[in-house]
């Protein structure tokens, strides 16, 4: 009884204290990134698997981790990205990091959530090549994948909604908590130096604040990328337009989340800006109309990179073999 | 003085028991794989950090890790490799997993040791394609692995030998202990079933044994790929002729381990052998003129896989980002 008392206080005092974080927040436009909660771990470990198996590409060779890669801010790090056999992608990998915070997948938000995000790359042509009917025969055939899908989802036969479903499920627990920007949010007020709190001031006066808040500093509107002048006359990528087919959003782009902006170079949708400096005076000119001095851009810089959070911290998952009923990879074409 | 004599009586135990193993082992032709000793963890945490670092390769998309998976045996499980802009590699991949047993590294043994061999795929045109000038000035672009080899090898100045030393010394960590094998010889005699024991029984009383024993079942010896009949008639390499000029050493090859050979397919130097049943009963026919039945390759292929180890347990490692002077990586060639 004396223990049931101490657990009713102790969440009781939790309580309070998410109160009172949720107090500081009002206080602030950006708010500190929270752990994921309701996370289904069996389906978490499964998913893990998933995202790191190439046998989910044509070639055997490709996984969500070649392009987004969990060692590097959850991105591949070139400008865009190269697919089956070697293709060029038409535009930069997003950061898996912090992606279900977003309103939607994707630069063009064609995908409302991460489930459906995630059986997109396997299919795409340009990308893993494969098929979902392929994809669910490669798994089928692997008995550990066989146990481990039942042992999740209580049926006897793998579909794609579970692949993803898995995927999605790892996804969520990539959130990128305890940055020094969210520790001085949370009460550290030493977490800054003055460098960088005269950033944040800037980045806020200056009018970044209006697309980059919330818990993930951005992921959470589209808007045009280009207003007082326009990004670039030859952009081929035509954004949003692409989904709604409204004159209007040609050049919306999803704002993307700057959480952990210093390990997710090149920036933009077509990746063109090779640094964080680069990237926030082009921001300042295109999106605002100002001419950001060296000094005040470098100040947004330091700031933005106090935005680095507890990178994801897992064991390489090992993957169950192939068996002999495997279809094996199709890494080459056929030589003529 | 008593501390220091329960520790003279600890390790005089120790030295026994060692010398039990010892001469446990010499009753079989296999050893149990044993954990690495002598081993500098700093400079284990930074080869960490470079096997998986795609930055090593012209496009920033290729690392050790790309075909030398560890979570797939240390292997790609594709018959030959994909190079920079996607070429299709010679040879089979060689497992990683306990390379630090082999007697030489790659399959004509031309590189002495792994340190050697580290440096080869690096430069490799077919490979990572990018050269150990180019790779030292990312590496000295980066403040954090500045630091990092700083505190490791006590100078001021990044070059290859510390590269390849580093991952050289994470790859000696790569071994794999604790197989249901090497518990059966370290004494739990039911770790084993009756078909793996005749399995075992086959291996060696075929003449198996004579070329895989010792600790990695195999990687201590060259031997002739197509001893009592010839392998294939248009087989393209040529084995260690390449590294020795001998007539007498065409299609001679590094004899591969096989310790964890469930998760290491396909295989064959040219990995034309999809399935291990399809592996020994090539074997058996071209190196030892026998016919194995079904049965016995059955039982053959039971004990083979009871030689899969404890798999690398480890954080999967975060990469310092590059700073923006370092190089950026060049993963597609110009457009014509």
Redesign the interface.
């Known amino acids: 009884m004396k223990r049931a008392l101490t657990l009713v206080a102790a969440t009781l005092a939790c309580s309070a204290a998410s109160f009172a974080i949720a107090i500081a927040q009002t206080d602030e436009p950006i708010e500190p990134v929270r752990p994921p909660r309701s996370i289904n771990l069996g389906m978490v470990e499964l998913g893990k698997k998933l995202y790191?198996?190439?046998?989910l590409s044509k070639?055997?060779?490709i996984s969500c981790n070649?392009c987004h890669?969990?060692?590097?801010?959850g991105s591949?790090?070139?400008?865009t990205s190269?697919g089956d056999?070697?293709q060029?992608g038409p535009i930069n990998a997003p950061t898996v990091l912090n992606s279900s915070l977003n309103l939607a997948q994707f630069w063009d938000g064609r995908a409302a959530d991460l489930k459906a995000q995630a059986g997109g790359p396997i299919a795409n042509p340009g990308e893993m090549a494969f098929s979902h009917t392929l994809a669910l025969g490669v798994l089928e055939s692997i008995p550990a994948y066989v146990r481990e899908f039942k042992q999740v989802f209580g049926k006897d036969k793998i579909d794609i909604d579970q692949v993803t479903l898995a995927i999605a499920e790892f996804e969520k627990t990539l959130v990128t908590p305890n940055s020094r920007f969210d520790q001085w949010l949370l009460g550290r007020k030493d977490a800054l130096s003055v460098d960088e709190l005269a950033g944040y001031a800037l980045f806020k006066d200056s009018g970044c604040v209006a697309c980059h808040n919330g818990e993930a500093v951005g992921g959470n509107s589209f808007q045009k990328m280009g207003v007082v002048e326009p990004f670039k006359k030859d952009d081929p990528a035509t954004g949003r337009f692409a989904v709604t087919g409204k004159d209007a959003d040609r050049f919306n782009y999803k704002v993307p989340t700057l959480r952990n902006v210093?390990?997710t170079?090149?920036y933009f949708h077509d990746g063109s800006a090779?640094?964080?400096?680069e990237a926030v005076r082009v921001m300042g000119r295109i999106q605002l109309g100002k001419d950001f001095s060296a000094q005040e851009t470098g100040q947004i810089v330091a700031f933005l990179k106090t935005l680095t959070g507890d990178?994801?911290?897992?064991?390489?998952?090992?993957?169950p073999?192939?068996s002999?009923a495997t279809p094996?990879?199709q890494?080459?074409l056929p030589k003529k």
Chains 1, 2 share one sequence.
């Open positions: 790191f198996d190439p046998r070639s055997g060779w070649s890669n969990l060692s590097m801010g591949d790090n070139i400008p190269i056999q070697w060029q210093e390990l170079y090149p090779n640094t964080l400096t990178q994801p911290n897992f064991a390489l998952p090992i993957l073999p192939s002999d094996r990879p890494p080459f």
